[in-house]
Protein backbone atom coordinates (compact mmCIF):
# COMPACT_ATOMS: atom_id res chain seq x y z
CA UNK A 1 0.00 0.00 0.00
CA UNK A 2 1.46 3.48 -1.00
CA UNK A 3 1.05 5.40 1.67
CA UNK A 4 4.01 7.76 0.62
CA UNK A 5 2.35 10.64 -1.24
CA UNK A 6 3.08 13.82 0.28
CA UNK A 7 -1.27 14.56 1.19
CA UNK A 8 -1.79 11.24 2.80
CA UNK A 9 1.52 11.56 5.16
CA UNK A 10 0.43 15.40 6.48
CA UNK A 11 -2.63 13.47 7.70
CA UNK A 12 -1.40 10.52 9.09
CA UNK A 13 1.23 12.85 11.11
CA UNK A 14 -2.37 14.00 12.93
CA UNK A 15 -3.45 10.44 13.21
CA UNK A 16 -3.13 9.68 17.26
CA UNK A 17 -2.13 5.91 16.99
CA UNK A 18 0.15 6.85 13.80
CA UNK A 19 2.21 3.50 13.64
CA UNK A 20 -0.92 1.71 14.54
CA UNK A 21 -2.68 2.54 11.64
CA UNK A 22 -0.47 2.11 9.16
CA UNK A 23 0.37 -1.55 10.21
CA UNK A 24 -3.48 -2.19 9.90
CA UNK A 25 -3.75 -0.16 6.38
CA UNK A 26 -0.71 -2.60 5.47
CA UNK A 27 -2.82 -6.07 6.93
CA UNK A 28 -5.76 -4.53 4.49
CA UNK A 29 -3.64 -4.37 1.43
CA UNK A 30 -2.20 -7.53 1.93
CA UNK A 31 -5.44 -8.85 1.76
CA UNK A 32 -7.37 -6.29 -0.38
CA UNK A 33 -4.60 -4.92 -2.73
CA UNK A 34 -7.40 -3.00 -4.76
CA UNK A 35 -8.31 -0.77 -1.65
CA UNK A 36 -6.21 2.36 -1.95
CA UNK A 37 -5.77 5.06 0.79
CA UNK A 38 -7.22 8.72 -0.27
CA UNK A 39 -6.30 11.88 1.36
CA UNK A 40 -10.08 13.63 1.88
CA UNK A 41 -11.92 16.14 3.75
CA UNK A 42 -15.07 14.28 5.58
CA UNK A 43 -17.82 17.02 6.13
CA UNK A 44 -19.85 16.20 8.99
CA UNK A 45 -23.76 16.79 9.84
CA UNK A 46 -22.76 19.85 11.86
CA UNK A 47 -21.28 21.53 8.84
CA UNK A 48 -17.85 20.85 10.22
CA UNK A 49 -14.58 19.26 8.20
CA UNK A 50 -11.69 17.62 8.75
CA UNK A 51 -9.03 16.13 6.58
CA UNK A 52 -9.03 12.26 6.87
CA UNK A 53 -7.62 9.01 5.18
CA UNK A 54 -10.50 7.21 3.45
CA UNK A 55 -9.71 3.86 1.66
CA UNK A 56 -11.88 3.26 -1.81
CA UNK A 57 -12.16 0.36 -4.15
CA UNK A 58 -14.38 -2.55 -4.49
CA UNK A 59 -15.02 -5.73 -2.35
CA UNK A 60 -15.72 -9.30 -4.59
CA UNK A 61 -19.58 -10.17 -3.95
CA UNK A 62 -21.13 -13.68 -5.49
CA UNK A 63 -24.61 -13.17 -6.23
CA UNK A 64 -26.80 -16.19 -8.15
CA UNK A 65 -23.83 -17.79 -9.44
CA UNK A 66 -22.10 -14.56 -10.85
CA UNK A 67 -19.46 -12.67 -9.50
CA UNK A 68 -19.51 -8.56 -8.82
CA UNK A 69 -17.39 -5.82 -7.71
CA UNK A 70 -19.09 -3.66 -5.14
CA UNK A 71 -18.16 -0.07 -4.86
CA UNK A 72 -17.08 0.55 -0.91
CA UNK A 73 -15.25 4.10 0.69
CA UNK A 74 -14.63 3.65 4.19
CA UNK A 75 -13.92 6.99 6.30
CA UNK A 76 -10.83 6.32 8.93
CA UNK A 77 -11.56 8.67 12.09
CA UNK A 78 -8.43 10.41 13.60
CA UNK A 79 -8.80 7.50 16.48
CA UNK A 80 -8.50 4.47 13.98
CA UNK A 81 -7.62 1.92 14.31
CA UNK A 82 -9.57 2.39 17.87
CA UNK A 83 -12.84 3.44 16.81
CA UNK A 84 -14.15 1.80 13.63
CA UNK A 85 -14.34 3.54 9.71
CA UNK A 86 -17.55 5.18 8.77
CA UNK A 87 -18.37 2.37 5.76
CA UNK A 88 -20.77 3.80 2.94
CA UNK A 89 -21.65 2.52 -0.60
CA UNK A 90 -20.41 4.02 -3.90
CA UNK A 91 -23.27 3.71 -6.29
CA UNK A 92 -23.54 5.30 -9.78
CA UNK A 93 -26.01 7.13 -11.51
CA UNK A 94 -27.40 3.81 -12.94
CA UNK A 95 -27.87 2.23 -9.50
CA UNK A 96 -30.23 2.53 -6.86
CA UNK A 97 -29.52 1.63 -3.13
CA UNK A 98 -31.30 -1.30 -1.23
CA UNK A 99 -31.92 -0.32 2.00
CA UNK A 100 -32.19 -3.14 4.43
CA UNK A 101 -31.09 -3.98 7.67
CA UNK A 102 -27.31 -3.23 6.80
CA UNK A 103 -27.56 -0.32 4.75
CA UNK A 104 -29.51 2.77 4.98
CA UNK A 105 -31.14 4.71 2.40
CA UNK A 106 -28.29 7.45 2.07
CA UNK A 107 -25.94 4.11 1.79
CA UNK A 108 -24.13 4.17 4.73
CA UNK A 109 -23.48 0.34 6.03
CA UNK A 110 -24.18 -0.66 10.06
CA UNK A 111 -22.43 -4.26 10.85
CA UNK A 112 -22.39 -6.34 14.10
CA UNK A 113 -18.70 -5.74 13.75
CA UNK A 114 -18.86 -1.83 13.69
CA UNK A 115 -21.13 -1.62 16.65
CA UNK A 116 -19.24 -4.09 18.51
CA UNK A 117 -15.86 -2.76 17.36
CA UNK A 118 -12.99 -3.81 19.83
CA UNK A 119 -9.20 -3.33 18.57
CA UNK A 120 -7.20 -5.49 18.27
CA UNK A 121 -10.02 -8.00 17.77
CA UNK A 122 -11.44 -6.23 15.42
CA UNK A 123 -10.02 -4.82 12.18
CA UNK A 124 -10.80 -3.64 8.80
CA UNK A 125 -9.89 -7.30 7.13
CA UNK A 126 -12.62 -8.88 9.88
CA UNK A 127 -14.92 -6.06 8.85
CA UNK A 128 -14.19 -6.13 4.95
CA UNK A 129 -15.04 -10.46 5.03
CA UNK A 130 -18.35 -9.75 7.31
CA UNK A 131 -19.54 -6.91 4.60
CA UNK A 132 -18.96 -9.56 1.66
CA UNK A 133 -20.75 -12.05 3.32
CA UNK A 134 -23.76 -10.11 4.26
CA UNK A 135 -24.05 -8.65 0.77
CA UNK A 136 -23.85 -11.78 -0.56
CA UNK A 137 -27.15 -12.92 1.61
CA UNK A 138 -28.98 -9.41 0.72
CA UNK A 139 -27.06 -7.45 -2.22
CA UNK A 140 -27.21 -3.38 -0.96
CA UNK A 141 -27.39 -2.53 -4.78
CA UNK A 142 -29.98 -3.02 -7.55
CA UNK A 143 -30.71 -1.17 -11.26
CA UNK A 144 -32.33 1.53 -11.15
CA UNK A 145 -36.00 0.79 -13.07
CA UNK A 146 -36.20 1.31 -16.60
CA UNK A 147 -39.98 0.27 -16.81
CA UNK A 148 -38.45 -3.07 -19.31
CA UNK A 149 -39.90 -5.18 -16.36
CA UNK A 150 -36.27 -5.65 -15.30
CA UNK A 151 -35.80 -6.94 -11.94
CA UNK A 152 -34.40 -3.73 -9.56
CA UNK A 153 -32.77 -6.35 -6.94
CA UNK A 154 -30.43 -7.45 -9.56
CA UNK A 155 -26.73 -6.56 -8.88
CA UNK A 156 -25.36 -4.68 -12.20
CA UNK A 157 -23.56 -7.05 -14.60
CA UNK A 158 -21.15 -3.88 -15.37
CA UNK A 159 -20.42 -2.86 -11.44
CA UNK A 160 -17.59 -5.64 -12.36
CA UNK A 161 -15.52 -3.34 -14.55
CA UNK A 162 -16.61 0.06 -12.67
CA UNK A 163 -14.14 2.85 -12.44
CA UNK A 164 -14.15 4.36 -8.25
CA UNK A 165 -14.75 8.42 -8.17
CA UNK A 166 -12.01 9.35 -5.62
CA UNK A 167 -14.64 12.12 -4.67
CA UNK A 168 -14.94 12.88 -0.72
CA UNK A 169 -18.27 11.56 0.72
CA UNK A 170 -20.61 13.62 2.71
CA UNK A 171 -22.94 12.98 5.25
CA UNK A 172 -26.14 14.76 5.71
CA UNK A 173 -28.59 15.82 7.77
CA UNK A 174 -32.27 14.61 8.24
CA UNK A 175 -34.57 17.74 6.25
CA UNK A 176 -36.23 18.72 9.81
CA UNK A 177 -35.31 17.07 13.66
CA UNK A 178 -38.26 15.56 14.17
CA UNK A 179 -38.91 13.72 17.67
CA UNK A 180 -41.71 11.53 18.18
CA UNK A 181 -42.67 10.52 22.38
CA UNK A 182 -44.53 7.07 22.44
CA UNK A 183 -46.50 6.37 25.85
CA UNK A 184 -48.79 9.07 27.71
CA UNK A 185 -48.14 9.15 31.09
CA UNK A 186 -45.86 11.42 33.40
CA UNK A 187 -42.07 10.32 31.86
CA UNK A 188 -43.70 10.56 28.40
CA UNK A 189 -44.65 14.10 29.36
CA UNK A 190 -41.26 15.20 31.07
CA UNK A 191 -39.62 13.95 28.27
CA UNK A 192 -41.65 16.41 25.89
CA UNK A 193 -41.32 19.08 28.04
CA UNK A 194 -37.42 18.44 28.81
CA UNK A 195 -36.93 17.79 24.90
CA UNK A 196 -38.43 21.15 23.92
CA UNK A 197 -36.70 22.76 26.48
CA UNK A 198 -33.10 21.83 24.62
CA UNK A 199 -34.04 23.81 21.36
CA UNK A 200 -32.90 21.61 18.83
CA UNK A 201 -35.96 19.68 17.50
CA UNK A 202 -38.48 20.97 14.85
CA UNK A 203 -41.30 19.12 15.46
CA UNK A 204 -42.23 16.92 18.19
CA UNK A 205 -45.06 14.43 18.00
CA UNK A 206 -46.76 13.17 21.29
CA UNK A 207 -48.76 9.40 20.85
CA UNK A 208 -50.63 7.98 23.72
CA UNK A 209 -51.00 4.81 22.62
CA UNK A 210 -54.14 2.71 23.77
CA UNK A 211 -52.11 -0.05 25.53
CA UNK A 212 -49.98 2.28 27.64
CA UNK A 213 -51.84 2.49 31.31
CA UNK A 214 -50.09 5.03 32.56
CA UNK A 215 -52.06 7.89 30.98
CA UNK A 216 -51.25 11.55 31.84
CA UNK A 217 -51.57 15.02 30.00
CA UNK A 218 -51.63 14.50 26.60
CA UNK A 219 -54.87 16.45 26.50
CA UNK A 220 -53.75 19.33 28.47
CA UNK A 221 -51.02 19.53 25.59
CA UNK A 222 -53.57 19.37 23.12
CA UNK A 223 -55.81 22.29 25.45
CA UNK A 224 -52.56 24.34 25.58
CA UNK A 225 -51.61 24.23 21.94
CA UNK A 226 -47.58 24.15 22.75
CA UNK A 227 -45.73 25.39 19.08
CA UNK A 228 -44.16 22.58 17.69
CA UNK A 229 -45.72 19.89 19.40
CA UNK A 230 -48.51 17.58 17.04
CA UNK A 231 -50.42 14.88 19.50
CA UNK A 232 -51.95 11.89 18.24
CA UNK A 233 -52.66 8.42 18.70
CA UNK A 234 -51.85 7.24 15.58
CA UNK A 235 -48.30 5.73 14.96
CA UNK A 236 -48.69 6.85 11.64
CA UNK A 237 -48.15 10.72 12.99
CA UNK A 238 -44.63 9.18 14.00
CA UNK A 239 -43.78 8.37 10.19
CA UNK A 240 -39.92 9.96 9.19
CA UNK A 241 -38.75 10.80 12.59
CA UNK A 242 -34.77 11.44 13.75
CA UNK A 243 -35.52 9.77 16.77
CA UNK A 244 -38.25 7.66 18.61
CA UNK A 245 -38.53 7.41 22.05
CA UNK A 246 -40.60 5.48 23.87
CA UNK A 247 -41.61 5.69 27.38
CA UNK A 248 -45.01 3.21 27.11
CA UNK A 249 -45.25 0.86 30.24
CA UNK A 250 -48.39 -1.74 29.88
CA UNK A 251 -48.27 -2.76 33.84
CA UNK A 252 -51.15 -5.55 34.61
CA UNK A 253 -52.41 -6.93 37.42
CA UNK A 254 -50.31 -9.81 37.17
CA UNK A 255 -48.77 -11.47 40.37
CA UNK A 256 -45.27 -12.68 39.11
CA UNK A 257 -42.72 -10.29 37.43
CA UNK A 258 -42.26 -12.05 34.78
CA UNK A 259 -45.86 -11.76 33.55
CA UNK A 260 -45.69 -8.09 34.11
CA UNK A 261 -42.45 -7.71 32.05
CA UNK A 262 -44.30 -10.00 29.32
CA UNK A 263 -47.06 -7.63 28.83
CA UNK A 264 -44.73 -4.66 27.79
CA UNK A 265 -43.10 -7.02 25.65
CA UNK A 266 -46.47 -8.03 23.90
CA UNK A 267 -47.67 -4.09 23.38
CA UNK A 268 -43.90 -3.97 22.12
CA UNK A 269 -44.54 -5.69 19.48
CA UNK A 270 -47.61 -3.88 18.17
CA UNK A 271 -45.86 -0.69 17.87
CA UNK A 272 -42.37 -1.65 17.31
CA UNK A 273 -42.28 -2.97 13.82
CA UNK A 274 -45.10 -0.44 12.76
CA UNK A 275 -42.86 2.71 14.22
CA UNK A 276 -39.67 1.79 12.27
CA UNK A 277 -41.85 0.74 8.92
CA UNK A 278 -42.65 4.32 9.19
CA UNK A 279 -39.03 5.86 10.38
CA UNK A 280 -36.78 2.91 8.72
CA UNK A 281 -34.13 5.70 9.46
CA UNK A 282 -34.74 6.82 12.87
CA UNK A 283 -32.45 6.13 16.10
CA UNK A 284 -35.25 4.42 18.72
CA UNK A 285 -34.44 5.23 22.66
CA UNK A 286 -36.57 3.29 24.96
CA UNK A 287 -37.52 4.00 28.33
CA UNK A 288 -40.04 1.32 28.84
CA UNK A 289 -38.85 -0.72 32.25
CA UNK A 290 -36.80 -2.61 32.88
CA UNK A 291 -35.06 -0.75 30.73
CA UNK A 292 -32.30 -3.21 29.56
CA UNK A 293 -34.62 -6.15 28.64
CA UNK A 294 -37.25 -3.42 26.78
CA UNK A 295 -34.12 -1.95 24.72
CA UNK A 296 -33.08 -6.01 24.29
CA UNK A 297 -36.70 -6.47 23.10
CA UNK A 298 -37.05 -3.22 20.91
CA UNK A 299 -34.25 -4.15 19.08
CA UNK A 300 -35.31 -8.05 18.08
CA UNK A 301 -38.54 -6.65 17.31
CA UNK A 302 -37.51 -3.93 14.83
CA UNK A 303 -34.57 -5.34 12.93
CA UNK A 304 -32.62 -2.41 13.14
CA UNK A 305 -28.69 -2.82 13.61
CA UNK A 306 -27.63 -2.88 17.31
CA UNK A 307 -26.37 0.45 16.86
CA UNK A 308 -29.65 2.41 16.11
CA UNK A 309 -31.45 0.88 19.30
CA UNK A 310 -30.58 2.16 23.08
CA UNK A 311 -31.59 2.56 26.36
CA UNK A 312 -31.73 5.28 28.40
CA UNK A 313 -30.16 3.37 30.81
CA UNK A 314 -27.60 4.33 33.28
CA UNK A 315 -27.27 8.10 31.70
CA UNK A 316 -28.88 9.87 34.33
CA UNK A 317 -26.46 8.33 37.03
CA UNK A 318 -23.65 8.55 34.78
CA UNK A 319 -24.25 12.52 34.36
CA UNK A 320 -24.70 12.56 38.22
CA UNK A 321 -21.44 10.71 38.96
CA UNK A 322 -20.19 13.57 36.39
CA UNK A 323 -21.26 16.63 38.54
CA UNK A 324 -19.85 14.97 42.19
CA UNK A 325 -16.46 14.17 40.70
CA UNK A 326 -16.35 17.49 39.69
CA UNK A 327 -18.24 19.98 41.79
CA UNK A 328 -17.78 17.70 45.65
CA UNK A 329 -14.53 16.04 45.31
CA UNK A 330 -12.64 18.28 42.53
CA UNK A 331 -11.60 15.89 40.11
CA UNK A 332 -12.92 17.08 36.68
CA UNK A 333 -13.07 13.57 35.03
CA UNK A 334 -15.23 12.06 33.14
CA UNK A 335 -16.88 8.92 34.28
CA UNK A 336 -19.87 6.69 33.74
CA UNK A 337 -22.05 4.26 35.29
CA UNK A 338 -22.05 0.94 33.15
CA UNK A 339 -23.94 -2.40 33.87
CA UNK A 340 -27.66 -3.50 34.42
CA UNK A 341 -29.74 -0.35 35.76
CA UNK A 342 -30.06 -2.22 38.56
CA UNK A 343 -27.79 -2.46 41.98
CA UNK A 344 -25.10 -4.40 40.24
CA UNK A 345 -24.14 -1.62 38.25
CA UNK A 346 -20.29 -0.60 38.43
CA UNK A 347 -18.62 3.07 38.22
CA UNK A 348 -15.63 4.06 35.48
CA UNK A 349 -13.55 6.73 35.25
CA UNK A 350 -12.53 8.55 31.59
CA UNK A 351 -9.17 8.83 30.46
CA UNK A 352 -9.91 12.73 29.95
CA UNK A 353 -11.30 15.68 31.51
CA UNK A 354 -14.59 16.64 31.12
CA UNK A 355 -15.18 18.98 28.50
CA UNK A 356 -12.66 17.52 26.18
CA UNK A 357 -14.12 16.89 23.08
CA UNK A 358 -11.31 16.98 20.48
CA UNK A 359 -9.70 13.67 22.20
CA UNK A 360 -10.55 10.02 21.94
CA UNK A 361 -12.50 8.82 25.65
CA UNK A 362 -11.60 5.57 26.56
CA UNK A 363 -12.10 4.24 29.59
CA UNK A 364 -9.60 4.01 32.23
CA UNK A 365 -7.46 1.66 33.61
CA UNK A 366 -8.37 0.54 36.55
CA UNK A 367 -5.85 1.65 39.32
CA UNK A 368 -5.42 1.54 43.19
CA UNK A 369 -6.02 5.59 43.39
CA UNK A 370 -9.28 5.41 40.90
CA UNK A 371 -11.55 2.80 43.18
CA UNK A 372 -11.31 4.84 46.37
CA UNK A 373 -12.50 7.91 44.50
CA UNK A 374 -15.00 6.40 42.46
CA UNK A 375 -16.26 4.15 45.69
CA UNK A 376 -16.97 7.25 47.74
CA UNK A 377 -18.78 9.21 44.93
CA UNK A 378 -21.04 6.74 44.11
CA UNK A 379 -21.61 7.02 48.03
CA UNK A 380 -22.19 10.64 47.44
CA UNK A 381 -25.65 9.73 45.03
CA UNK A 382 -26.99 7.03 47.52
CA UNK A 383 -30.57 7.81 47.93
CA UNK A 384 -31.06 9.69 44.73
CA UNK A 385 -34.08 7.95 43.18
CA UNK A 386 -35.01 8.83 39.69
CA UNK A 387 -38.08 10.68 39.19
CA UNK A 388 -40.27 11.16 35.65
CA UNK A 389 -38.50 14.76 35.24
CA UNK A 390 -35.16 13.93 35.55
CA UNK A 391 -35.45 11.22 33.57
CA UNK A 392 -37.10 13.17 30.91
CA UNK A 393 -34.39 15.27 31.13
CA UNK A 394 -31.55 12.39 30.46
CA UNK A 395 -33.30 11.42 27.49
CA UNK A 396 -33.81 14.92 26.34
CA UNK A 397 -29.37 14.94 26.76
CA UNK A 398 -29.53 11.62 24.68
CA UNK A 399 -31.74 12.70 22.26
CA UNK A 400 -30.28 16.42 21.41
CA UNK A 401 -26.53 14.31 21.14
CA UNK A 402 -28.27 12.55 18.43
CA UNK A 403 -30.00 15.22 16.52
CA UNK A 404 -27.10 17.35 16.77
CA UNK A 405 -24.69 14.79 16.07
CA UNK A 406 -22.89 15.59 19.05
CA UNK A 407 -20.39 12.46 19.12
CA UNK A 408 -21.09 12.95 23.50
CA UNK A 409 -20.42 9.97 25.01
CA UNK A 410 -23.20 8.52 27.37
CA UNK A 411 -24.00 5.34 29.21
CA UNK A 412 -26.98 3.90 27.60
CA UNK A 413 -28.16 0.54 27.22
CA UNK A 414 -26.80 -1.21 24.05
CA UNK A 415 -25.75 -5.02 22.82
CA UNK A 416 -23.00 -5.81 25.02
CA UNK A 417 -22.00 -9.30 23.44
CA UNK A 418 -18.02 -8.92 22.64
CA UNK A 419 -17.46 -6.46 25.41
CA UNK A 420 -15.27 -6.91 27.39
CA UNK A 421 -15.78 -11.02 27.32
CA UNK A 422 -19.15 -10.65 27.26
CA UNK A 423 -20.59 -13.77 24.92
CA UNK A 424 -24.45 -13.55 26.16
CA UNK A 425 -26.87 -11.27 23.73
CA UNK A 426 -28.16 -9.40 26.29
CA UNK A 427 -28.16 -5.18 26.51
CA UNK A 428 -26.02 -3.16 29.54
CA UNK A 429 -25.54 0.71 30.15
CA UNK A 430 -21.94 1.06 28.25
CA UNK A 431 -20.28 3.87 27.05
CA UNK A 432 -21.37 5.15 23.98
CA UNK A 433 -20.44 7.72 21.21
CA UNK A 434 -24.08 8.95 19.92
CA UNK A 435 -24.55 10.52 16.82
CA UNK A 436 -27.12 11.26 13.92
CA UNK A 437 -26.24 7.50 13.18
CA UNK A 438 -26.86 6.18 16.53
CA UNK A 439 -24.01 4.63 18.78
CA UNK A 440 -20.53 3.27 18.97
CA UNK A 441 -19.33 1.75 21.72
CA UNK A 442 -15.95 2.54 23.39
CA UNK A 443 -13.79 -0.31 23.57
CA UNK A 444 -13.85 -2.89 26.52
CA UNK A 445 -11.03 -2.52 29.46
CA UNK A 446 -9.95 -4.90 32.15
CA UNK A 447 -12.44 -4.55 35.32
CA UNK A 448 -11.65 -5.96 38.74
CA UNK A 449 -12.60 -8.79 40.31
CA UNK A 450 -15.83 -7.34 42.53
CA UNK A 451 -17.18 -4.73 39.47
CA UNK A 452 -16.58 -7.86 37.01
CA UNK A 453 -18.24 -10.08 38.97
CA UNK A 454 -21.64 -7.31 39.14
CA UNK A 455 -21.68 -7.22 35.34
CA UNK A 456 -21.10 -11.05 35.22
CA UNK A 457 -24.37 -11.49 37.75
CA UNK A 458 -26.31 -8.70 35.22
CA UNK A 459 -25.52 -10.78 32.49
CA UNK A 460 -26.63 -14.59 33.97
CA UNK A 461 -30.09 -12.64 35.77
CA UNK A 462 -30.97 -10.79 32.38
CA UNK A 463 -30.40 -13.88 30.64
CA UNK A 464 -32.89 -15.59 32.74
CA UNK A 465 -35.63 -13.55 32.65
CA UNK A 466 -35.22 -12.99 28.54
CA UNK A 467 -35.15 -17.17 28.43
CA UNK A 468 -38.87 -16.79 30.41
CA UNK A 469 -40.33 -14.18 27.44
CA UNK A 470 -42.12 -14.89 24.35
CA UNK A 471 -40.50 -11.72 22.54
Given at each position: ??????????????????????????????????????????????????????????????????????????????????????????????????????????????????????????????????????????????????????????????????????????????????????????????????????????????????????????????????????????????????????????????????????????????????????????????????????????????????????????????????????????????????????????????????????????????????????????????????????????????????????????????????WGGIGAEVFLSLPCVLGVSGSTRLAGVSLGQEEDARLRESVTSLCALLSQLRI
Open positions: MDLSPEAIQKILSRYKFRDVAIEELQKVHRIHPTMKPVAGTYTFSDGTQKDLLKLIGNIPVKYEGRSYNLPILLWLMDSFPFTPPICLLRPTTNMVIREGKHVDARGRIYLPSLHNWDHPKSSVVGLLAEMISQFEEDPPLGTKSTGDNSDPNVLLAFVSNLKINEGGGQHHDHLINKVTVIGGGDLGMASVMSILAKGKVDRLVFIDVAESSTKGGSMDLEIFNLPKVEVSKDLSASADSSVIVVTANAWSNEQSYVSVVQTNVDMYRGIIPGLVRLSPNAVLLIASQPVDIMAHVAWRQSGLPPSRVIGAGCNLDSERLCHVLDISLNTHKQAWVIGELSDNKVPVLSNILMGASHQHPEIAPRSKATKPLLDRAFEMLKGRGQRSWSVGLSIADITHSILVDQRKTHSVSTLAQG
